[in-house]
């Protein structure tokens, strides 16, 4: 079936190929990866990071993820260090982002740091971007795809509902199976993880000592603005019902199933609450519905994660 969306494809070569001729120009492009959709660049490109931030309306001071296949490819434009290699072996790829020292001779775009001397970088696993970086010879600035201060898309109608068609291609694989951005963890320093993810202090704890950081006087960490993750109406957390005008979210299963209550995970499973997160926010937002509520969400594993976003869209 091909749909109306003239700019959403589906993945195979001949999409590769296009995305491939586009990313080679300093075009902006859609693409899925295993935590949410991105907004893709070369990262060594001053028009292609100029209109990621244009297009997202990003302000300047929040830096970019940079993505690479592996860490070869990252080797040139960053320092790693012994706690890099040991996160790297156990996580990667995966969700799980570092920031750490930029070498001077990198050609990463320093409106990619925002001028910071570090760098944050990612190895997505999925597969569809795995096989566009394969084809590059540069690394990909890539934020989500859905304009500042909003919720994260995270399949590529909602790619589309966020910029129309003002990117020309978007790569359609299908749902994100995680649903929230990536743990980021700064490395420069001692180890400080600046957004909670899926993968949870606790399990990198395991590996290395880690502190988790609350506040930051200086954007560290993007994800670390307060007002971030909006849904664009009103949210309110720690509820116990809400009246029939506004939606409801719960989770687990002792929640009736009204017509205005949204369930992230009726078996009470937080990583698959978090993968159903922020698609129940446009879908309530969809619906009309004017303010959303939320009941408590359990504060642990993957719920630290979700109480992070649930926090700031409500803030
Ligand atoms: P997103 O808007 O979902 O792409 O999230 C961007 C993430 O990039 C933020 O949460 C930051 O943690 C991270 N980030 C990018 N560059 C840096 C940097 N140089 N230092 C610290 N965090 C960074
Ligand atoms: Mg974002």
Redesign the pocket.
Known sequence: MKNIYSNIFSFNKKTLGKSIANLKKGNVIGLPTET?Y?LGGNAYSKMAVQKIYNLKK?PKN????VHYLNYKDADKDVIFNRDFYKLYKKFCPGPI?F?LKKKDKSKIQSS???K?N???IRFPSHRTTRSVLKKLNFPLA???ANLSSGI?PVNALDVSDEFKKKIKIIINSGNSKIGI??T?V?LVGKPKI??PGIIAAKTIKKFLKITIIKKSSK??????LKKHYSPGIPVLLNQKKADKNCALITFGKKYKNKTNCFNLSKKSDLKEAASNLYKTFRKIKKQGFKKIYVVKIPHSGAGIAINDRLKRAAN
Not at 219 to 224: D, K, L, N, R, T
């Open positions: 949410v991105g990003r929040n830096p970019l993820i982002t920031v990619v740091t925002a910071l570090t760098v944050a890539m934020p989500s994260s951005e990536s980021v700064s600046l957004r954007i560290s960490s993007p994800g670390m």
